[in-house]
């Protein structure tokens, strides 16, 4: 199954349940694959995870808002 077609079944699929596609992307980056190797989580790594600490932290917000509502 091409990446283009999964996103689009996933897609429908949140929206027969009425869940909403949230904003933030999360990159595939080389730091994801190491917290999970390590059992850490990317604020474990330092600045050279800066950027998946953002991701994280705003995907984190995403859901937060979603559930306090």
Known sequence: MQ???LTQETQEVL???GI???K???QQRQVYRQS???GQTVHTFGAKARP???EIEQLT???LKILKK
Do not use: D, G, N, S
């Open 61 to 63: 917000k995403e859901v």
């Open 24 to 26: 933030t992307q999360i």
């Open 20 to 22: 909403p596609l949230l």
């Open 3 to 5: 990446a283009v077609t």
């Open 52 to 54: 998946a600490i953002t």
């Open 36 to 38: 999970a190797v390590y």
């Open 15 to 17: 929206a027969e349940f």
